[in-house]
T-cell receptor, first 114, second 110 residues
Framework: SAVISQKPSRDICQRGTSLTIQCQVD?????MFWYRQQPGQSLTLIAT?????????ESGFVIDKFPISRPNLTFSTLTVSNMSPEDSSIYLC???????????FGNGTRLTVT | TQLLEQSPQFLSIQEGENLTVYCNSS?????LQWYRQEPGEGPVLLVT?????EVKKLKRLTFQFGDARKDSSLHITAAQPGDTGLYLC??????????FGDGTTLTVKP
């Protein structure tokens, strides 16, 4: 299975600033996704990171707030822009090798906005 | 929108007890996964069930997929403190996207 490195693992940021989270996979993968999770709760899909094109966002998430890059099949970034305390959460990168395969996750980035 | 409801939301038991976690939906899924997540880590896949009525065993864990592929259960026999964690079911959706259940937080006390 793919090994996913995500960084930073945690950060404390001030309101109004932006944070970019990196996700590096040790092999080429077809699909990469970004999820958000409140501690101890379910996962909410933010967007699908598409290689070489704009990400596909889920309802309630927009590119201006969560710009995503995916320059190749092994790397993606998620930026949380103009942060507010409501953005405090765990952000998870995940990958799937095909449409029918299960997801593999990074260890997440725990973000606290003060 | 496909929704998955898990129950119970929280479960605290003594070591050695048995437990069952349920995952229910009004939608049909082509496959369903169970994940376990520990604090500070991402979810880790436990099992994938694909066929209606399928039963899979993983040591002390037994997973069942409903005949109609709308629901699933996870049964743990003789729970151990190492089983403590957040258990998530997820249904496979379009284009590789998964819908996750609410999660069940399990605490096994020694």
């Amino acid at each position: 299975s793919a090994v996913i490195s995500q960084k930073p693992s945690r950060d404390i940021c001030q309101r109004g600033t932006s944070l970019t989270i990196q996700c590096q996979v040790d092999s080429q993968v077809t699909m990469m996704f970004w999820y958000r999770q409140q501690p101890g709760q379910s996962l909410t899909l933010i967007a699908t990171a598409n290689q070489g094109s704009e990400a596909t966002y889920e309802s309630g998430f927009v590119i201006d707030k969560f710009p995503i890059s995916r320059p190749n099949l092994t790397f993606s970034t998620l930026t949380v822009s103009n942060m507010s305390p409501e953005d405090s959460s765990i952000y998870l990168c995940s990958v799937a090798t095909s449409r029918d395969s299960p997801l593999h996750f990074g260890n997440g980035t725990r973000l606290t906005v003060t | 929108t496909q929704l998955l409801e898990q129950s119970p939301q929280f479960l605290s038991i003594q070591e050695g007890e048995n437990l069952t976690v349920y995952c229910n939906s009004s939608s049909v899924f082509s496959s369903l996964q169970w994940y376990r997540q520990e604090p500070g880590e991402g979810p880790v896949l436990l099992v994938t069930v694909v066929t209606g009525g399928e039963v899979k065993k993983l040591k002390r864990l037994t997973f069942q997929f409903g005949d109609a592929r709308k629901d699933s259960s996870l049964h743990i026999t003789a729970a151990q403190p190492g089983d403590t964690g957040l258990y998530l079911c997820a249904g496979a959706g379009n284009a590789g996207k998964s819908t996750f259940g609410d999660g069940t937080t399990l605490t096994v006390k020694p």
